[in-house]
């Protein structure tokens, strides 16, 4: 043998134990990879059916899994699409609903290798992309009985649910009524323990008025066969709610509270406020804040008021009633008895009408039923007011107007030199009426004024544009009518006292009240009196 023959073998011998290494690794390699293809394989179908017995018996119901997958990525990861929870439409035969009442789009969590042997197994996170809740109407609650083999187990424990982009859709079995949707942004709910309520921080976006709601609270236990009694509690905070979605109104309101009961009866506490409240009526922005008692039926989104406090400006107003969700047109009526007790007439003249200055000032005290029917209309042609309103020491901004009232006083009283020469306090002024409100016009069935020396009793009706004004009735004065004049109209108009006079006293005379709001127009009314009287 050369010696170069010899030299080969002896490298050769030299790395041989190299060669054995890479052998058993590439072999350890090749066990631990079969091992993991066994063991996945293995745990797979394990962790699938555990995944569907869990939800079955946690939720009572049938469960459809599309794609399950486990793969080995720091311990086992897990992963899913199109996992669905049926209700039940025949509670005799117990066969599926068509709809689930929960479906998930996407889910993963991890959890050891060790679990595979523990029941149940433990999971700290479940992921969760796409959830749609989906609940019947409250008339179906009993056909969502239990349909998990007998004798299931919970077999996998969760401590936290991290979720992102979830619906929220509660049927209803009323005729006329929408389902009610909310599209959460995200949501976290964490375990307690079981048969124990789930705790939750939710963010989700409302839809009119368009804002965003954090709240955080807890949730359940979840009642399967009845999941309108599943408890809920917690505060929520509601920012950046843009009233102008819903036509008629605008501003930027926020809101704070606090709330528990059950689904389809909540008790909400809390408190609103828009420093921009403004209808479209006006158009004029004004400081609008309330605190509110209310009930919810979180099935279907109807609203009881008992009550709700709102302060305009200074004045205080007291509502109870409804706001619930119609079908037919889409959006909430309305409907509220309202009572201001001691309020300022300028505060709420600020809100409804476009003059500046207000009209007048004084206190207003008023009673009226409020009836907003959702529709397209501007929402002064939707709304009805029906009621009565008194309003005491009112001045009148309009200076022209002022001193007409003061001389008029004067006049009735018997002052007319005064009158002439504008010598006179100012005057205020009293008025009291029955109203209803329809269409955008107020019409009033009665209307009283009264002055020092004067009282007028009206009807006649007064558009919120103020764009008409027509009122007719009597006006009744202390003093007689030649008392009313200085100089040669007194003496002309003495023989005319007794046709004018009411029981041989003072004076009664057919008055109008026309023009618009900025331009009225006062005068005697004869033609219209003698028209009554054909």
Not at 320 to 326: D, F, L, N, Q
Request: charged share 20%.
């Amino acid at each position: 043998m050369s010696g170069h023959q010899q030299d080969s073998s002896a490298e050769t011998k030299r790395h041989k134990p190299w060669r054995w290494i890479l052998g058993i690794v590439v072999l350890s390699a090749a066990i631990l990879g079969a091992v993991a293809a066994i063991l996945v394989s293995y745990a797979e179908p394990i962790l699938q059916e555990r995944v569907i017995e869990t939800l079955s018996a946690r939720f009572h119901t049938k469960v459809q899994l599309d794609e399950f997958h486990v793969s080995l990525a720091r311990g086992l990861q897990v992963s899913g699409k199109g996992l669905r929870l049926f209700g039940v439409t025949d509670p005799n035969t117990h066969e599926p609903g068509i709809q689930p009442i929960i479906s998930v789009a996407e889910f993963r969590f991890r959890t050891g290798v060790m679990g595979l042997i523990r029941s149940p197994i433990h999971v700290d996170t479940v992921y969760v992309k796409g959830l749609a809740l989906n609940l019947p109407p409250r008339g179906q609650r009993d056909q969502m009985n239990n349909l998990e083999p007998k004798g299931a187990k919970i077999k996998i424990t969760v401590d936290k649910f991290v979720c992102d982009q979830a619906a929220l859709v509660i049927n209803t079995s009323k005729p006329g009524k929408l389902p009610l949707e909310f599209d959460i942004e995200s949501l976290k709910m964490t375990s307690i323990g079981p048969g124990q309520p789930l705790h939750f921080d939710a963010k989700l976006i409302n839809p009119k008025p368009v804002g965003t709601i954090v709240s955080s609270g807890s949730f359940g236990p979840w009642q399967a066969d009845s999941p309108r009694d599943t408890p809920v509690r917690g505060t929520y905070s509601f920012s950046h709610a843009d009233l102008s979605t819903i036509k008629g109104i605008g501003g930027i309101l926020s809101s704070t509270g606090q709330y528990a009961g059950i689904l389809d009866n909540i008790v909400v506490n809390g408190t609103t406020d828009t420093p921009d409240f403004r209808i479209a009526i006006s158009g004029r922005p004004v400081l609008l804040h309330t605190d509110f008692h209310a009930i919810v039926d979180g099935t279907n989104g109807d609203t009881y008021l008992q009550p709700v406090k709102a302060e305009i400006l200074s004045t205080w107003l007291v509502a109870k009633g409804s706001v619930v969700r119609m079908k037919a047109p889409n959006g909430h009526r309305v409907q509220l008895d309202v009572t201001i007790a001691k309020g300022r007439i300028e505060d709420l003249l600020k809100l409804a009408v476009r003059t500046d200055p207000p009209v007048m000032t004084g206190v207003v005290r008023l009673k009226t039923n409020f009836d907003l029917p959702p529709g397209d209309p501007v929402m002064s042609d939707r709304l009805k007011l029906a009621g009565r309103f008194e309003v005491t020491e009112a001045h009148f901004a309009n200076e022209k107007i002022q001193n007409k009232i003061d001389a008029l006083s004067l006049r009735s009283q018997g002052k007319p030199k005064l009158a002439k020469e504008n010598v006179s306090d100012v005057v205020s002024s009293d008025l009291s009426g029955v109203f209803n409100l329809e269409h955008g016009v107020i019409n009033f069935s009665q209307l009283q004024f009264n002055i020092p020396g004067t009282q007028v009793n009206l009807t006649g009706k007064y558009s919120l544009d103020g764009n008409e004004f027509d009122f007719h009735g009597k006006a009744r004065l202390d003093a007689k009518l030649s008392h009313m004049v200085t100089g040669w109209k007194s003496i002309l108009l003495k023989p005319a006292d007794p046709f004018f006079s009411k029981n041989g006293a003072g004076t009664e005379l057919p008055v109008k009240v026309t023009g618009t709001k900025s331009e009225p127009h006062f005068g005697s009314d004869f033609g219209h009196k003698d028209h009554q009287a054909d």
